[in-house]
């Protein structure tokens, strides 16, 4: 029983972990002192199905002074034609169109920082299309900010899933950033590597983008999130992922196929590296796969007891379908199969796609 041994210690690395991210991760309240001021940026391509719903929400937000920006970026859908109605009867949204994209730069890198330049806000607030953010949140965020003097900001939305293949892959996000990594993207470790965002929800103090450069220091990146997040902490700005659940609302992607472009989209710069991957395999088969073949055994039995409580554990405080929870063994050999299949793609010289381009994922520029 030597291996089931093994699984169990390497279950008890993410309990050790959660439990200390789910008690210390942030719940931010309040509203910013006056003369703030928050730009809610939205990089907008074809999505016209969101976009109302988006804009909705974003003019809904109280506590504070807000513009929203949306830079419709070569959309061939009705997504301009909707921003400017919104625009011509309410003088907080602009729309603006996204220049060609130059060379080196991804899409939605280059839609970001075209919308900091016009920008006329103490803080940033980065979201998708597809995010409706709560009334309080861009307040609460900013007020955040001001108070622990942090620079960044970023949340993982609480996650609309519809069907299964949302559910056997969405819910990962999740999982690995509350139960994999130490301190949980918190503020109390400065260390760029440690560091976490979610592109999803990104709030930034203007002064600190500016003086990092912002997305124009990492135009080449897919994952611009983390990217972003690590270069506040190498110039000495403290960033924290604080618990989004409460501040927004986003269903990230509409079946199986979309998730499975999506995530193989960002892979390369997150766990499909021909070092880390390897690593990465033990460690999340180890403890949420391996003990299944080693059933009967008490070992493996109290392993899976203990991933299937955490898991629920994680479910329940970010607000996520239950019916998920039951899927996590899936899950797990879901993400694995992703991060294995974006790195053979990119050994082979494929590029990653997504929304009509094609990238080749770099470490940024």
Known sequence: MEFAHIALALALMPVIFGIINLRNMARVTGTPGAGTKVSILIPAR??????????????????????????????????????????ARDGRVRLVAAPSLPPGWTGKVHACARLAEAATGTHFLFIDADVRLAPHAAAAMAAHAAEKNIALISGVPRQEMRTIGEGLTVPFINFLLICYLPFGGRAIQ??????????????????????TGGHTTIKGVLHDAIALARL??????????????????????????????????????????????????????????????????????????????????????????????????????????????????????????????????????
């Open 46 to 87: 074809n999505e016209q199905a969101n976009i109302a719903t988006c804009l909705d929400a974003a003019l809904a937000s109280t506590g504070c002074e807000v513009e929203v920006v949306v830079m419709d970026d070569g959309s061939t859908d009705r997504t301009a034609e909707i921003v400017r109605a919104y625009a």
């Open 190 to 211: 400065r260390k760029p590597s440690l560091a976490a965002a979610c592109g999803q929800l990104i709030l930034v103090e203007r002064r600190a983008y500016e003086g």
């Open 232 to 365: 506040f902490r190498e110039r000495g700005h403290d960033t924290e992922i604080v618990d989004g659940a409460p501040l927004a609302v986003c269903r990230m992607y509409d079946g199986f196929a979309h998730a499975w472009g999506g995530f193989i989209k960002n892979a390369r710069e997150g766990m499909a590296t021909p070092i880390g991957l390897p690593i990465w395999t033990v460690l999340l088969a180890g403890a949420h796969l391996w003990p299944w073949a080693l059933l009967p055994g008490w070992e493996a039995a109290i392993t899976v007891l203990l991933m299937f409580a955490l898991r629920a554990a994680v479910t329940i405080r970010t607000g996520e379908p239950w019916w998920t929870v039951p899927l996590h063994p899936l899950t797990v050999l879901v993400a694995l199969a992703i991060q294995w299949t974006a790195l053979v793609r990119s050994a082979l010289g494929l590029k990653a796609g997504w929304k009509g381009r094609a990238y080749t994922a770099t470490k940024g520029a």
